[in-house]
């Protein structure tokens, strides 16, 4: 289909439901979503069939070998909980390991996005049973979970459209990372090649997997055959990941962060996640309001006053997650003090509305204080109310590309996420987990009944959805799916500039920010973004893929009666199909 085809909005409405809607970026996951909640399923387990068949369906963005986030809600309990499902480094890797394998013992500032050394243990299969276990409803069993997920695998599927674009653009890559597998053979290929818009393709090694985690739970993708298959590829290639590394994997339930912003409190993983840097900007925000610096109620939607502002205040918030975020089993990460009233205000000093800011001057948060990627984000909401925010993710496109044959999966490449510089937060140590670009939201009112469950998936668009989504909703009161349909822009780094060797490589981490923009922000709001000092860029067609895949689901009730919309996006093949 015809670039052009995209240029234009979906014309989808926002769904209604009394009784649960699914949103994911495939409408097969969907559907397994919907089926789970058929059966007397919740939110979370609805959203892990998702998940899984989502490995299936998209498996350019997820798959068993990625990591996994989520925040789930109850209802009765109106208290927001999450899981960090993100997987750690080998034990036994370190610094001079990634300069030896990767440029002959000479310094690096970051491994290698396709080297067998990004290769970090896959977070998401634990994170899966780890939160069934403690927020299931009873009345579904982990093998129903992961039937539809096994069927589609098994049997086959059609490939949707944008699906079908992405996988293409990894074709090269499946092949020149696994030089030792036949392509003809390779279950990622159809006929050595990626499949096009309406291929039928299955995947039965991936259905062997899924069999085996869905009878014998986490144990047989950590401990057992699964596991050996992992090791066996990745000693191929001279990793130092061991099968105690797997074994040894766990997840972390957190207390999510949140900060208030109006009428709303809008809620984040902690770090390693890059969930902070959506409450730093807002905080922002919210400061630059209340010490009357700016007048939120007088600002026009995508206006170059308005997109001045966002770009700025996350410009900022990427800037001090450069320099804070990291695994606080290792690093510093001083949340509470970031977030606080008095350093979001020295931070606010920061905005010119009349001139882009130069990184380059911009000091530590703290005084005193020493392009695209790949993902899958699921809301949904069940029949009693539950919320659940679900993101999965392996990273780059297939992740390192690096295909696990016997069972049909990449891994993660989630290690390209740290840096090489020592003594900096975020620097690769073994047993650490990285900076994670992969987070989902939630917005509670202030009394913390659910507001919204959305996501922004996309590498480092995704705090940048984050900010454009609530403010969507809350200040411009636009509906799911408006908000969705919404040109948007998002921030990288400048390939002409110098990588820092800081953070995650997230947009602060050159001399130069530069501003995406979507087709549809009038030309005249770019013109006057240059004239602030703004680098841009107009991104159009299919390369709208880089301002990620959005879904959100909101509360709509009123006088007691449940009813929640949901909006998804059509940057990708999805839906938000309401369950009956």
């Not at 301002?547 to 990708?572: C, M, P, T, V, Y």
């Amino acid at each position: 289909m015809s670039d052009n085809f995209l240029k234009f909005n979906s014309r989808r409405s926002t769904v209604y439901s009394t009784k649960g809607i699914v949103a994911s970026s495939q409408p097969l996951a969907s559907a397994a979503g919907i089926k789970i909640l058929s059966l007397g399923g919740n939110a979370l387990e609805a959203s892990i069939a998702v998940s899984a068949a989502l490995c299936v369906v998209e498996p350019t963005s997820t798959g068993i070998g990625g990591d996994c986030f989520v925040l789930y809600q109850l209802r009765d309990s109106k208290k927001v909980e999450g899981i960090n499902g993100c997987g750690r480094a080998a034990a036994k890797l370190t610094i001079q390991d990634v300069f030896d394998l990767e440029n002959n013992g000479n310094s690096l500032k970051r491994i290698p996005n396709q080297s067998v050394l990004s290769i970090t243990v896959p977070g998401a299969i634990a994170a899966w049973q780890d939160s069934f276990e403690k927020w299931g409803s009873g009345k579904v069993s982990f093998e129903q979970i992961l039937q539809p997920a096994i069927d589609l695998a098994n049997d086959g599927f059609g490939v949707h459209e944008i699906s079908s674009d992405l996988w293409n653009k990894c074709e090269k890559k499946l092949i020149s990372q696994n030089p030792k597998v036949d392509p003809l053979q390779n279950p990622l290929l159809l006929n050595g090649e990626a499949p096009k818009e309406g291929d039928f393709i299955d995947n039965k090694p991936l259905a062997d997997a899924l069999r085996l985690i869905a009878k014998n739970g986490k144990k047989a993708f950590y401990e057992g055959p699964i596991a050996d298959a992992i090791i066996k590829t990745t000693d191929a290639k001279h990793h130092k990941l061991t099968k105690e590394d797997l074994i040894k994997h766990e997840s972390t339930f957190v207390e999510p962060i949140s900060i208030e912003f109006g009428d709303y409190k809008v809620w984040e993983i902690p770090p390693n996640g890059q969930g902070l840097v959506v409450l730093i900007a807002l905080g922002i925000i919210r400061e630059l309001n209340n010490l009357g610096k700016i007048d939120l109620s007088t600002l026009k939607h995508n206006s170059s006053e308005y997109l001045h502002l966002l770009i700025e205040t996350l410009k900022i918030a990427f800037k001090d997650a450069d320099e804070i975020i990291g695994d606080p089993n290792f690093d510093e990460v001083p949340v509470e003090e970031i977030l606080s009233s008095d350093n979001l205000q020295r931070r606010a000093k920061l905005f010119n509305p009349n001139k882009a800011l130069d990184l380059a001057t911009v000091e530590s948060p703290l005084p005193g204080h020493h392009h695209r990627s790949n993902t899958v984000y699921i809301s949904v909401t069940d029949s009693e109310g539950n919320a659940c925010s679900f993101i999965n993710s392996v990273y780059y496109g297939f992740g390192s590309g690096i295909l696990v044959d016997d069972f049909g999966f990449c891994l993660t490449n989630r290690g390209a996420n740290f840096n090489l510089t020592s003594g900096l937060n975020n620097c690769l140590e073994g047993g650490k987990r990285p900076y994670h670009t992969i987070i989902p939201g939630f917005i509670t009112n202030l009394e913390n009944d659910f507001f919204a469950s959305y996501g922004n998936m996309g590498g480092f668009i995704q705090p940048v959805g984050h900010v454009i989504h609530f403010l969507n909703l809350t200040l411009f009161q636009l509906n799911p799916q408006q908000s969705i349909d919404s040109p948007r822009f998002s921030l990288r780094p400048s390939e002409l500039g110098t990588d820092t060797g800081r953070g995650g490589g997230g947009p602060a981490s050159t001399e130069v920010t530069v501003v995406q923009l979507e087709d549809g922000i009038p030309e005249d709001v770019i013109q006057d973004l240059q004239k602030l000092g703004h680098s841009t860029e107009v991104i159009s067609g299919y390369e709208r893929s880089t301002f990620g895949r959005a879904q959100i689901i909101k509360n709509e009730s009123k006088s007691g009666k449940l009813l929640h919309s949901g909006g998804s996006d059509l940057r990708g093949d999805g839906a938000a199909v309401p369950f009956l």
